[in-house]
């Protein structure tokens, strides 16, 4: 049995075809949702569905064609709806299952795809299998669905191992028995009300094909599958012999993250997605050592997509920039998947704040350059709210706002992640800048005094503003035939700090459906100054659209050459 894209059984209808996929996904520009932080429907300062669902025409007018939430299940908010309670049902702060389904389902008639984030490392130590696993004591069968263990020591008072917690100090937590007695100790990679799946143990992996069913059953067109390279442990959960762990993220593989035995989950997961009709994708978050690593997520017979979270970690440097891309597209290609870009999320400084060396000008404009040079690749780009506005990092929140867990830890992530989910401006002067029904009403965390001018009332229609420039850009992204699509670019020589390519409709041939029926044009050259100087280079044809200045603007060119300004960007057609 196959289902349509709204989630409805067609019993005797095949799974697509290779010919009848679109690929959608392939160069799609897809918008995250932190909801909490998105638009409040109720008023009460928290962001919800039913504020997700009144702002879907902005996102379908922005031009992007997928939005992913960020976790809206039940659960404590621990660590922000990452440690979920139950993956079936809604978060009473974000509204009800048919909240859920209405977002959905306006999401499609706006031609708007939606992916929701999953959580299969770990859930809240609320789950009922984990809160039966201890009332019930050692010996329960449901502890064998998470790690238990005995501690070390005479009395077992030591952990298990030296693993340590990503957001700091040791990642175990000691029990205690029904007869209050001290007990074994449990494994969390995150908080200690995150505890760790045993993904070997089967009910484990029936109970999230399930989940995926339900969810697809319901219309979602996706997951975006957090923590994906964490769920298989190595055999024994042998001793690290070090400390600071944490550094090793991303730069060699941890007996804790990037075990070859995920792969066999994701290849009984992407059965389940090609169960259903409308090519529903699998994204992972998957930290690895490097570009290849990743891409071994990404065989045919598993999962669609992954961040590029190689390419995020560039600086704004021309160097690193083209080396991040080449390694990417590189690594991709062999096993015929996109490469994704990303500048921010939910989980990182914002890049207007990263690039910017202590001058928020000069931030906001590498960030403007930044957009059009993701844009222009091929591949898949991702959009975290908020940046379409410019908004920088928020750096001065009080302590005693901060909700980030890993703030309160020590030796773990540098617990900043609130400067990243300030709710963000829709409109008016002053808090909650439309972020709630009311004129100043309350939002979770406080928004800074100078956000009017960031916000989407007045940015829209001013062709100087960043709003503007990426509804531009994201605009001639559909209708370019060499955006987007294919899996290279042609490097053009430069000067120092320059990068120019150029792509052409070829490039996209055979690739994804969001360059069919685009209108047929010429050669695309993007050029991008990573310098803070004026560079001048040859001018490569008609200006599409430039970073610096109004959208409708471009470079001074004379001669057949043009004075690109310190840190900008312009696309050209030839």
């Known amino acids: 049995m196959t289902h349509d894209p709204t989630g409805t059984p067609q019993a005797g209808s095949a799974a697509p075809t290779a010919e009848q996929r679109t690929g959608w996904w392939r160069d799609a520009v897809i918008y995250q949702v932190y909801p909490r932080s998105f638009a409040d429907g109720n008023g009460d300062g928290m962001g919800d569905l039913d504020g997700v669902r009144t702002r879907l025409p902005y996102l379908a007018g922005l031009g992007v064609d997928a939005v992913w939430l960020s976790p809206f299940y039940a659960s404590p908010q621990a660590d922000a709806g990452y440690d979920v309670a139950d993956y079936r049902a809604i978060d009473p702060m974000f509204g009800t299952l048919d909240d859920a389904a209405a977002v959905i389902r306006e999401a499609h008639a706006l031609g708007l795809r939606i992916i929701v984030d999953l959580v299969p490392n ?92 339900f969810w697809l059953d319901l219309g979602t067109d996706g997951f975006r599958i957090d923590v994906a390279h964490g769920l298989v442990k190595a055999d024994g959960l042998p001793d690290m012999g070090r400390g600071e762990q944490l550094k090793l993220l991303g730069s060699q593989k941890l007996p804790f993250f990037d075990q070859d035995g995920v792969h066999e989950i994701y290849r009984s997961w992407r059965k389940v997605l090609d169960e259903y009709a409308g090519e529903r994708i699998g994204v992972a978050e998957a930290w690895t050592p490097s570009a290849d690593r990743t891409a071994l997520y990404l065989r045919p017979d598993e999962l669609h997509q992954a961040f590029n979270f190689h390419y995020l970690g560039a600086g704004w440097n021309a160097a690193e920039l083209r080396e991040a891309v080449d390694a990417s597209l590189d690594a991709m290609r062999p096993v015929g998947a996109p490469t994704t870009w990303v500048l921010s999320n939910h989980d990182v400084v914002r890049h207007t704040t990263r690039y910017a060396d202590g001058d928020p000008e000069r931030g906001l404009r590498r960030a403007r350059a930044a957009v059009l040079l993701m844009l222009a690749l091929p ?142 044009d010429g050669a695309f050259v993007c050029t991008v100054n990573t310098t803070g100087a004026p560079v001048r280079v040859p001018a490569p044809g008609r200006m599409l659209l430039a970073s610096d200045g109004a959208v409708v603007e471009g470079p001074v060119v004379e001669g057949g050459e043009a004075v690109l300004p310190a840190d900008s960007a312009v696309w050209w057609t030839t």
């Open 122 to 213: 770990h859930c809240s130590d609320q789950h009922v299998w984990f809160r039966q696993a201890l009332s019930e004591g050692p010996g329960s069968p449901l502890r064998e669905r998470f790690h238990f263990r005995p501690g070390k020591g005479a009395d077992g008072e030591l952990p298990p191992n030296d693993w340590e917690s990503v957001f700091g100090g040791p990642a175990w937590t000691r029990t205690v028995n029904p007869d209050g007695t001290p007990g074994e100790w449990y494994l969390h990679l995150f908080a200690p009300e995150q505890p760790d799946f045993n993904w070997d143990h089967p009910a484990v992996r029936d109970e999230f094909r399930s989940i995926l069913r």
């Open 379 to 520: 591949g898949s780009a991702y959009v975290y709210q908020g940046e379409e506005l410019g908004l920088p990092e928020v750096t001065d929140l009080p302590d005693e706002v901060r909700q980030d867990p890993s703030f309160f830890k020590e030796n773990g992530q540098e617990g900043l992640r609130d400067g990243c989910r300030v709710p963000i401006p829709w409109s008016g002067t002053e808090a909650p800048y439309g972020f709630g029904p009311e004129p100043g009403g309350p939002s979770w965390l406080p928004q800074p005094d100078v956000w009017a001018k960031y916000s989407v009332e007045a940015q829209t229609g001013d062709p100087t503003s960043t709003l503007e420039l990426y509804r531009a850009a994201i605009a001639l992204r559909r209708e370019h035939p060499a955006l987007g699509a294919g899996d290279a670019v042609e490097w053009l020589d430069a000067p120092d700090g320059v990068l120019a390519f150029r792509r052409t409709p070829a490039d996209g041939a055979g690739g994804a459906g969001g360059a069919a029926g685009r209108a047929a």
